[in-house]
């Protein structure tokens, strides 16, 4: 069965430094991944998404994400963190023929120190 | 566009009571999901609907629950009786759907159930 582990519950970092977020999938065969993101009492908001091609897709707000499959991750890192990227942040993956399932990760609670 | 639209906002039901959270998705969008979010258990796919018709119901916890989607532009999710296990945020999201690609789901800002 598919799965996306998000080894981090909570990671706390400086604004202005750098970020990464591990996400790790089990499947056999290159799913469809993404990124959201939850800010607090809200919904939650595509930040990229990869399918095919170039492995290192850019997404909104300065994120961007490496898709490397012998590592079967997705990580999604930002060069300079701001104070209003604080959130939870979700990756997920969709087989490709499950017309729009998304299977999710536990996420990962970002905290953002002045 | 206004984006998925979602009522209530917030719901405090006592158990046993019958519960009912609608969604409104984007207008055009042909794909309609039902997501549940508790901190135990994540975010969960409860069903997903295509062009009205329920294409996977898989993730529908039990017979308590069912949803409803009579027409493109509204659904509803039903839990009757409701229980306090049943308290979570419940998401709806909608996507254009129809194609191979994956289209982009939109979220809705999600319903907050509290059952006492």
């Known amino acids: 069965a598919q799965s996306v582990t998000q080894p981090d519950i909570h990671i706390t970092v400086s604004e202005g430094a750098s970020l990464e977020l591990r996400c790790n999938y089990s499947?056999?065969?290159?799913?469809?991944l993404f990124w959201y993101v939850q800010s607090p009492g809200q919904g939650l908001q595509l930040l990229l998404k990869?399918?095919?091609?170039?492995?290192l897709v850019q997404g909104i707000k300065g994120f961007e994400a490496e898709f490397k499959r012998s590592q079967s991750s997705f990580n999604l890192r930002k060069p300079s963190v701001h104070w209003s990227d604080a959130a939870e942040y979700f990756c997920?993956?969709?087989?490709?023929?499950?017309?729009?399932?998304?299977?999710f990760g536990q996420g990962t609670e970002l905290s953002v120190k002045p | 566009d206004a984006g998925v639209i979602q009522s209530p906002r917030h719901e405090v039901t006592e158990m046993g009571q019958e519960v009912t959270l609608r969604c409104k998705p984007i207008s055009g969008h042909n794909s309609l999901f039902w997501y549940r979010q508790t901190m135990m258990r994540g975010l969960e796919l409860l069903i997903y609907?295509?062009?009205?018709?329920?294409?996977?119901d898989s993730g529908m916890p039990e017979d308590r629950f069912s949803a409803k989607m009579p027409n493109a532009s509204f659904s509803t999710l039903k839990i009757q009786p409701s229980e306090p296990r049943d308290s979570a945020v419940y998401f709806c999201?909608?996507?254009?759907?129809?194609?191979?690609?994956?289209?982009?789901?939109?979220f809705g800002p999600g319903t907050r159930l509290l059952v006492l």
């Open positions: 609907f295509n062009n009205n018709v329920p294409i996977d």
């Open positions: 990869y399918f095919s091609g170039d492995t």
């Open positions: 999201a909608s996507s254009l759907g129809g194609t191979e690609i994956q289209e982009t789901q939109y």
């Open positions: 499947y056999g065969a290159t799913p469809y």
């Open positions: 997920a993956v969709e087989r490709g023929n499950q017309g729009g399932k998304l299977i």
